[in-house]
């Protein structure tokens, strides 16, 4: 059998031809177009300054942060499978991840860990483009995306505290969503917000909440807001900011 | 010592010592980058020949194809083994039923917030948990917009932006990773201040007087109009005294610093700064003063 | 790029691509084969194939499939994968084999089949988990471990909360815990266990533990509730001193073995219990579930029965914990001084078993406080609409038994002055009564005793009744305290006041002289007027007594017969013993009656001719006499014949002559052949009659006479215009006596009332209402009776107006105040409630600022605690004589009970005040 043979007649095959636009030779023509020709690597510019290939530049965080999005993306959709966003069952649904489910523990903890991890290295990201000055023209609105990006994920970490419903996410939320009490004018707790015919039932907290405490309404909203609108405004946050980052001259570097 | 190891073992937060670590690490890493930029440029270097001091001779720009798509691939990997060890050896935590007539003691908000919930101790809740969150957000997005030293763009430097860097330590590292460690480690139950060695004692009680501000420094009871109108004064003279003496000093309105600045830029910039620093002023004040609240009115308290 | 470096990072994505994936196989394995399950599995079927002997069991055996089991229950919400280990749960040949292959001890699958029930639903933990630990719960933030052993007991009260062994309804109080388990035998044979809770039940209904602690809505509210105890999950406790396991079944046994260090300043007192003793009690208290199984499978309650609790089985789960087992009191803490201070003080619970305490404490008295409680006191109100789930009869009979240690009364009939000696007697009435009723019998509190008027009418049985048996609900206890000798000598004191001033031989002696200036017939008729003409009429032709003047009875009897009615009276009728008039009054009044005569006195009557049958002459009587004279000879339309006094003076031959000739102008009729009687007997029949009157001098004394006169109907409307302004309306009392008292109306002859009505009592307010020269109304004889009739219609039918509780009038409300404040305030606070700087609960004395109190203390009890104090608790008596704290006076004790009454919005006040304070009336 003649392995070259066969590659050959693999890799000028219609149904190969149809996919990979180009050849596998590795020169400088086949380089630029694995990028240009593929859409993923597409978000990449063929080149880029050396400097961006440190680590001890770039840390990496924004690729890991992104890379976070993508394993919570992929593990929370698994895990939505097997949940059910009602009091009546959701413990019990991630008891019975724990103990049914194969692989329900390692995907609920990888879930659990990938979001703790995304946090972190969102904040080390921004660290990094403060501490090189990344953010300094052309590049300062990709900076205030930046900084929304930051808050949302730790919104989409928030909302996702709640749905084990048990003790842990249940104060921590609690305590969370007792701060919105005070909103001035807006909560009932808040200054004015008595002058404004606030009640625990009709202020921002009972909104958020879908009810003066932290039950049944609420674990709906959490898990509707994790699931599905925080992460499509993250998604549409995402490429506004890898887009301008490639338009406001890609990685930055010294000029 | 035996509660605090308990405390880092907890599941949830070995995430926090994850990333202390992480954060000196990154803080050591740059500070030695902008040292040895800052160095090179003392030696007279280009910016360009400081930053690529120790690959010359390597071309500028590469090809994304392979050598950033490998890199990502590594790291992805890396990310992707780490997380599965971390899963395997860690389980995610699972408490008891959520049950709203057992409240924990400590009730602590998710560690990431947990700055927030130290400057309960503080503040009132609305400036804690509305106000300053809102404040922080606002304030990040508007640093491209302050900070205009052109300077510094793309490189670790200190010498070059000392004002930014500082500022931004100051903020990350004091107002928002050590308190985000002192609500995890050293706050127990009643949010009483414990130290590593000391037991989360649930019926310890820690007698504390505290008094208002008119009432310390004027003896004039703080709900009376008088300490109303003290502590209005009070409040409202701290941005003025934080924002308005170097526009007093002509060498500073005519610097080179200010003439670019414009007076709209730094009076946003010197705002924001004062609402920074009240925070620790007002923690200073509450700690070792024992002042309860600067402002006492009708609908609400600073 | 160099090629070399290309393929070394090729064969690095490699690598860590392969890592990647190993991690996941790693996870794999980890999840689904490293599970213990699989061992066991293997090893039951070893187990299996040793014990096999045929080949088909062989064959079984090796067909045994490795293979997570699982029981789906819906119902239950349960999955259980318990059997995936426990493999031959259901095998009885693997009984006894180390766990987790053994078989289920016992017979419970009989009832409970496993593919039915699962395992979780009795034993917990989590059913899910293969894996031993989570399976088992013992694993953090599971709050229901594995149940082992007896402890699995506690778990049958989720469905047999009806009728489980030691949870039914009315079980643990209507019948004692006395009812068998449904299925004793099945427990008992399935883990030995049950008995546990059989034993902690048990404890727990003996201990009193009732007392503080609601179950199923019975029981008192100084403790939690413990209804659903077995469901407070563990971190419902505080275990900041508790060693050892966070659990509930932990803390609950060193609570049990050490309250106090457990839960510092909990009130629970130390039952000082020993291990097994906290670990039955554990046992029951785990085992009060909610229940919580759906109704298929919670079993129907079987039939009920058995014998309601008794009054001591009441009180010892209610009562005894605090007032303990014999009613000696106890102390107990006071939540609020716990609280306070580090060392918990202690707050007095009342003895109740100490015969002056329950002298005093009507039945109506305990029944009000047990039912409502006492509020700012740790007496929590039992009754059921008051939350404390006991049922009226149920306090009734709690409040019986806590009668029954009271000594049982001396019987009345054995008590008599004659009796006793009046030295002895005057000791016991100095240190009893003379704090109400004064040493000299002047009377304070209570009315006065020393009018010889009184004494007169006062039979001994009067009096002895009343001592005995008191008047509830007023000051004056019940004294059965003393024994029937002690009574006799108190009476021969009260008999002192009453001296004989009269000789038998002088009076005989100046009736029969015709000079004696100091006895004359002029002087009889003076007194005859004065005392005698009420009753008697004014010719003595009778009235409310008999006739005097018929020549049968003039000339039948003796100046001797005479002088010993006048001097000793006829007692338990109208008729006085009067003793204070002199010999020269007796005779002239002997003169006097003697002028109504107009025949010749037949001193010497012929014996009679023989014998009589007195069992014969019983029967005649029924037939003949009984209609006018009584039943048992106690009077009525004729006079009381039975009366010893009586009996005494009249002769045979007397009697003989009055049954055969009759009274004439009385209603006394000739009963003898040939007279024109109604009735015709022979000579012997009326000898036999006399014969069985004889015979009843040997019969007990009769205590109460009753009279047919009278109508009620009428009586009612005279005693409203007469006797209700002091009396009340309806005899509860007011400025004058309560009449409808049931024990006065059991002492109180008609005789006695009639007697009082007519002659008045002197020392009281009690003035003469029958038409005479004192009399303040004029009331006819017949008006008299129709009162008396009235007055004993209460007997039978009790008035519903309730006790009377208030009739002390307050007359000068400062002074009330001033010796409230002197004398009571320092325990029981200024207010009659602790003040507010104080614990919650009156540390010395209990308050008596309040409604549920008042309500059930009459005015009465309140004068005799005052002046007795309450012995075997802090109450010091501050009556006259009673060497107390302070020596106060009647007045000065009426006046502080009027000043707590006025505490109470809602005891009515006295239904008649008088103008002025009303003064006792001496005629002497």
Redesign the interface.
């Known amino acids: 059998m003649d392995v070259d043979a066969l590659k050959k007649e693999v890799t000028t095959s219609q149904l190969w031809r149809s996919v990979m636009r180009h050849d596998l030779e590795?020169n400088?023509r086949t380089?630029?177009l694995?990028?240009m020709s593929n859409l993923f690597?597409h978000l990449?510019?063929?080149?880029?300054?050396?400097?961006?290939?440190y680590?001890?530049?770039t840390?990496?965080m924004g690729?890991?942060t992104f890379?976070?999005f993508l394993?919570l993306t992929v593990t929370g959709t698994l895990l939505m499978f097997y949940y059910h966003p009602v009091k009546e069952a959701a413990?019990?649904d991630?008891?019975?991840l724990?103990?049914?489910v194969?692989?329900g523990?390692?995907l609920?903890?990888?879930?659990?860990?990938?979001a703790?991890?995304m946090?972190?290295s969102v904040?080390?990201h921004?660290?990094?483009v403060?501490?090189?000055?990344?953010?300094?023209?052309p590049?300062?609105?990709n900076?205030?995306v930046g900084?929304?990006l930051?808050?949302l994920t730790?919104l989409l970490?928030?909302t996702g505290?709640l749905l084990?419903?048990?003790?842990?996410?249940?104060?921590?939320v609690?305590?969370?969503t007792?701060?919105?009490?005070?909103?001035?004018l807006l909560?009932h707790?808040?200054?004015?917000g008595d002058?404004l015919g606030m009640t625990p039932y009709n202020d921002i907290r009972f909104a958020m909440l879908g009810g003066s405490?932290?039950a049944g309404n609420a674990l709906l909203r959490a898990y509707i807001w994790h699931c599905i609108a925080l992460p499509l405004i993250v998604a549409v946050f995402i490429s506004i900011h890898f887009w301008r980052v490639r338009k406001d001259g890609g990685i930055?570097?010294?000029? | 010592m035996h509660q605090f190891w308990e405390i880092i073992s907890k599941a949830?937060n070995v995430?926090i010592v994850?990333?202390l670590v992480?954060?000196c690490f990154?803080t050591w890493?740059?500070f030695r980058?902008?040292l040895k930029y800052d160095r090179a440029r003392a030696e007279g270097k280009t910016?360009?020949q400081a930053?690529?001091a120790e690959?010359a001779g390597?071309?500028?720009?590469?090809?994304?194809?392979?050598?950033?798509?490998r890199?990502?691939f590594l790291?992805?990997i890396g990310?992707?083994i780490f997380?599965?060890l971390?899963?395997?050896a860690?389980?995610?935590?699972?408490?008891?039923?959520?049950?709203?007539n057992?409240?924990?003691n400590p009730?602590?908000?998710?560690w990431?917030?947990l700055g927030?919930?130290e400057l309960?101790v503080y503040f009132?809740?609305?400036i804690?948990?509305?106000?300053l969150p809102n404040v922080i957000?606002v304030g990040?997005?508007a640093?491209?917009?302050i900070?205009i030293?052109?300077?510094?763009?793309?490189?670790?430097?200190l010498r070059e932006?000392p004002l930014?860097?500082s500022i931004?330590l100051f903020g990350?590292l004091f107002l928002w990773v050590l308190m985000v460690c002192i609500g995890t480690f050293a706050r127990g139950p009643g949010w009483l201040w414990f130290w590593p060695w000391q037991h989360w004692d649930v019926h310890r009680v820690v007698a504390e007087t505290n008094i208002d501000f008119s009432d310390k420094f004027f003896g004039v009871d703080s709900a009376s109009p008088m300490g109303f109108w003290i502590g209005l004064a009070a409040v409202a003279l701290w941005f003025p005294a934080v924002m308005f003496p170097p526009l007093l000093l002509p060498s500073f309105r005519r610097s080179e610093f200010f003439q670019r600045l414009g007076i709209v830029r730094y009076l946003v910039f010197a705002s924001l700064l004062a609402t920074m620093l009240a925070t620790p002023v007002k923690m200073i004040l509450r700690i070792f003063l024992h002042v309860k609240y600067i402002w006492v009115t009708e609908?609400?308290n600073v | 790029m160099e090629t070399a470096t290309?393929t070394r990072l090729k064969l690095v994505l490699l690598v860590s691509s392969l890592g990647c994936l190993a991690l996941l196989m790693l996870?794999?394995f980890e999840?689904?084969l490293k599970g213990d399950w699989r061992a066991h599995q293997s090893a039951y079927r070893q187990a299996l194939t040793e014990r096999a002997t045929t080949d088909t069991a062989r064959a079984a055996a090796r067909a045994v499939p490795t293979q997570i089991a699982q029981v789906f229950l819906p119902d239950l919400?349960r999955?259980d994968r318990c059997t995936t280990c426990h493999a031959g749960i259901e095998d009885p040949s693997m009984l006894g084999v180390s766990q987790p292959l053994s078989a289920h001890p016992g017979k419970l699958f009989v009832h409970h089949p496993p593919d039915k029930f699962g395992c979780t639903v009795c034993h917990d933990g989590?059913g899910?988990?293969?894996h031993a630990a989570?399976a088992h719960g013992e694993v953090e933030?599971w709050p229901y471990p594995l149940l082992r052993k007896e402890a699995v007991y506690r778990s049958c009260g989720r469905c047999h909360y009806d009728n489980d062994p030691y949870g039914a309804e009315d079980d643990l109080y209507a019948r004692g815990g006395t009812r068998k388990p449904i299925d004793a035998s099945e427990l008992a044979s399935a883990v030995p266990g049950a008995q546990a809770v059989e034993r902690g039940k048990k404890l727990f209904l003996e201990s009193g533990c009732l007392g503080c602690h609601k179950f199923r809505g019975r029981g008192g509210s100084m403790g939690p509730d413990i209804s659903h105890a077995g469901d407070k999950e563990p971190h419902g406790y505080d275990f900041t001193s508790v060693k050892g396991e966070h659990t509930s079944a932990n803390w609950l046994f060193q609570h049990f073995v050490a309250p106090s260090k457990v839960s510092p300043g909990s009130l629970m007192p130390d039952f000082g219990l020993s291990p097994e003793q906290a670990r039955d009690l554990t046992e029951f208290m785990l085992s009060l579930r909610k229940k919580s199984m759906p109704a298929a499978y919670t079993p129907v309650p079987p039939r009920r029965g058995g014998e309601p609790a008794t009054g001591k089985q009441l009180y010892d789960m209610f009562c005894a914990s605090c007032h303990g087992a014999t009613g000696q009191g106890s102390t107990v803490r006071d939540p609020a001084l716990a609280r306070a201070a580090d060392a918990p003080r202690q707050l007095m619970v009342p003895s109740l078993n100490h015969p002056d305490t329950l002298a005093v404490a009507s039945d109506q008295f305990l029944e009000r406080i047990i039912r409502h409680g006492r509020q700012e006191t740790s007496m929590p109100a039992w009754g059921a609409s008051e939350g404390g789930g006991l049922s009226n009869e149920e306090i009734r009979r709690i409040v019986g038994y806590i009668r029954s240690w009271q000594p049982p009364s001396p019987e009345v009939s054995e008590i008599s002055s004659a009796r006793g000696d009046a030295r002895a007697g005057r000791a016991i009435y100095d240190f009893r009564c003379a704090s109400c009723h004064k040493t000299n019998g002047d009377g304070g509190i209570g009315p006065s005793l020393n009018s010889p008027t009184f004494l007169g009418v006062a039979s001994d049985a009067y009096l002895a009744s009343t001592i005995v048996h008191g008047r509830p609900n007023t000051a004056m206890p019940a004294f059965r305290m003393l024994t029937g000798e002690q009574v006799s000598d108190v009476l021969a004191h009260l008999r002192t006041w009453q001296p004989l001033r009269n000789t038998r031989a002088d009076s005989l002696e100046m009736a029969r002289a015709t000079s004696a200036a100091a006895a004359t017939a002029e002087i009889g008729a003076r007194l005859y007027k004065a005392d005698c003409v009420m009753c008697h009429g004014e010719a003595g032709q009778g009235d409310l007594g008999p006739s005097l003047n018929t020549p049968e009875f003039l000339t039948l009897v003796s100046d001797d017969y005479l002088y010993e009615t006048l001097a000793a009276g006829r007692p338990g009728t109208g008729m006085p013993a009067w003793r204070h008039l002199s010999s020269s009054d007796v005779a002239s009044l002997i003169k006097f009656m003697r002028t109504w005569q107009r025949q010749p006195s037949r001193p010497k009557l012929a014996d009679l001719p023989f014998k009589g049958d007195w069992d014969a002459g019983r029967l005649l009587y029924q037939g003949s006499c009984a209609g006018c004279h009584g039943e048992q000879a106690e009077g009525g339309v004729g006079p009381q014949l039975g009366n010893p006094v009586f009996l005494r003076t009249a002769s045979d031959p007397m009697l003989y002559e009055w049954i055969a000739h009759g009274k004439t102008g009385t209603a006394m009729r000739p009963f003898l052949k040939g007279e024109q009687g109604a009735v015709e007997l022979t000579q012997a029949q009326i000898v036999n009659l006399v014969a069985f009157l004889r015979s009843l001098e040997r019969q007990p004394a009769i205590t109460v006479a009753r009279s047919p006169h009278g109508r009620p109907e009428l009586g009612k409307v005279w005693y409203a215009a007469a006797c209700s302004s002091c009396h009340g309306e309806r005899g509860e009392g007011a400025s004058g006596p309560s009449l409808s008292n049931p024990a006065f109306l059991r002492a109180a002859s008609d005789g006695f009332l009639m007697a009082t009505m007519a002659l008045g009592r002197d020392g009281t307010a009690m003035r003469p209402v029958k038409r005479g020269e004192q009399s303040i109304l004029s009331l006819s004889s017949d008006q008299v009776n129709d009162i008396v009739a009235f007055v004993r219609s209460w007997e039978t039918a009790p008035a519903t107006a309730g006790i009377p509780h208030r009739f002390v009038v307050p007359w000068d409300f400062p002074k009330g105040k001033r010796l409230y404040e002197a004398n009571c305030s320092g325990c029981h606070g200024i207010d009659g409630k602790p003040g507010p700087d104080t614990a919650s609960f009156s540390v010395w004395a209990p308050a008596l600022n309040n409604e549920e109190f008042l309500a059930a203390a009459t005015d009465g009890f309140l004068q005799a605690t005052i002046a007795r104090g309450r012995a075997g608790t802090a109450m010091r008596p501050f009556g006259l004589g009673s060497q107390g704290v302070d020596e106060l006076d009647s007045e000065e004790i009426d006046e502080i009970v009027a000043y707590i009454r006025q505490w109470s919005k809602r005891t009515p006040p006295p239904r008649t005040i008088p103008a002025e304070r009303p003064e006792p009336i001496r005629t002497e």
């Not at chain 2, 860690?90 to 709203?100: F, G, K, V, Y």
């Not at chain 2, 009730?107 to 998710?110: E, G, I, L, V």
């Open positions: 590795d400088p380089r630029v694995k990028v690597m990449h510019p063929v080149r880029i300054p050396r400097f961006g290939l680590l001890k530049h840390w990496c690729g890991i890379f976070l394993v413990y019990a991630i008891k019975y724990e103990f049914d194969p692989f523990m390692l609920r903890n990888m879930h659990r860990w990938a703790h991890a946090v972190i904040w080390l921004m660290y990094r403060f501490m090189t000055g990344s953010y300094k023209p590049r300062e609105f900076w205030v900084v929304l930051l808050t730790m970490s928030f505290y084990t419903d048990d003790q842990l996410g249940f104060w921590a609690t305590v969370g007792n701060m919105a009490r005070a909103t001035p909560g707790e808040g200054p004015f002058k405490q932290v930055s570097a010294p000029q | 949830d995430p994850i990333m992480l954060v990154f890493l740059s980058e902008a910016v360009k930053v690529y690959e390597f071309p500028e720009r590469v090809a994304v194809w392979p050598h950033l798509v890199q990502e790291v992805a990310v992707t997380l599965m971390w899963s395997i860690l389980d995610a935590p699972l408490e008891e039923l959520a049950n709203p057992v409240t924990p009730s602590k908000a998710p990431y917030f927030l919930q309960l009132d809740p609305w804690a948990g509305v106000m957000v990040l997005m640093i491209p917009y900070d030293n052109p300077k510094g763009s793309g490189y670790y430097t932006r930014a860097i931004f990350f609908w609400f | 290309l996870s794999a999840e689904n919400k999955i989590q899910r988990a293969i989570d933030f």
